[in-house]
């Protein structure tokens, strides 16, 4: 199944699919590929999802590149934001197994899948328990993700 299969397949984002990078907008220059020929499609998580889940702590993007599929939160990285983030990693992947079985079963699986991409500067002391907490989901902010 494609990305954009899955996610036609999946009721709660069914007509989110958008071509290259478009569902992230402005933020698309958050995210750099070697190939652009090998983007797949992306999808703006939140956006479709705002309706259904309007309490929740919703994950934001997802974009299919030579066939894995990655998720991206785009979000300050300070450490009075880390409990967020981690809130909102735990509700994308309930919501993966749950709702998007389709989108879940092409996650990256050569690379790590999920990604918080700070949309400012970073200050999260790295000594600190918040940085722990971040660093053992596997969420350590990053700038930009480069995929080659």
């Known amino acids: 199944m494609t990305f954009k299969q899955a996610i036609e397949a999946t009721p709660d984002v069914a007509n989110g699919f958008k071509l290259g990078l478009t569902a992230l907008g402005t933020l698309s220059s958050k995210v750099s590929v070697s190939d652009t020929q090998l983007l797949q499609g992306s999808l703006d998580i939140d956006t479709c999802t705002a309706s259904k889940y309007p309490n929740s702590n919703r994950w934001d993007y997802a974009f299919a590149y030579n066939d894995e599929t990655f998720f991206i939160e785009v ?8 409990n967020t ?3 909102k990693l735990q ?6 197994h749950q709702k998007a079985p389709e989108i879940n079963k092409l996650k990256a699986k050569r690379n790590f899948p999920f990604y918080w991409i700070q949309s400012k500067g970073f200050a ?25």
């Open 85 to 87: 983030v981690l809130k």
């Open 91 to 96: 509700w994308l992947k309930d919501w993966l």
């Open 75 to 82: 979000h300050p990285a300070n450490s009075s934001e880390v």
């Open 124 to 148: 999260i002391p790295k000594t600190s328990p918040q940085y722990r907490a971040a660093a053992g989901a596997g969420l350590k902010p990053i700038a930009k993700l480069n995929l080659n």
